[in-house]
């Protein structure tokens, strides 16, 4: 399971990261009652202008970020029984198949 939470969590950030920039624009909409957040080279926007886009988006970002990757280690121990990165986080050492182990104590014919 491993090998697929690797991928799919990537995919997931990725998806994540363009539903975060969508959910910003909407909020900076409403916040600011403008169309644009300001471009940080802009003259023609203020600094408090500036940073309350940045600080905004931070938010945003940092919320979804979070939310996404605590569903995928959800998903991951629902499916499998097992919290991501467990083995790592007590020390012992990762999970192998049963084939690893068995060409490892030379069990194995091939």
Known sequence: MTLLYKPLSLLAGVLGGMIAGMLFKQAWKIIAREDKAPDVDDPDFTWRQVLLSAMLQGAVFGLVKAAVQRAGARGVRKATGR???DDRRRGKPPR?????????????TS
Do not use: F
């Open 83 to 85: 919290w991501p990165g």
């Open 96 to 108: 192998t198949s049963s084939l690893r182990r068995a060409r490892r104590s030379g069990r194995t």
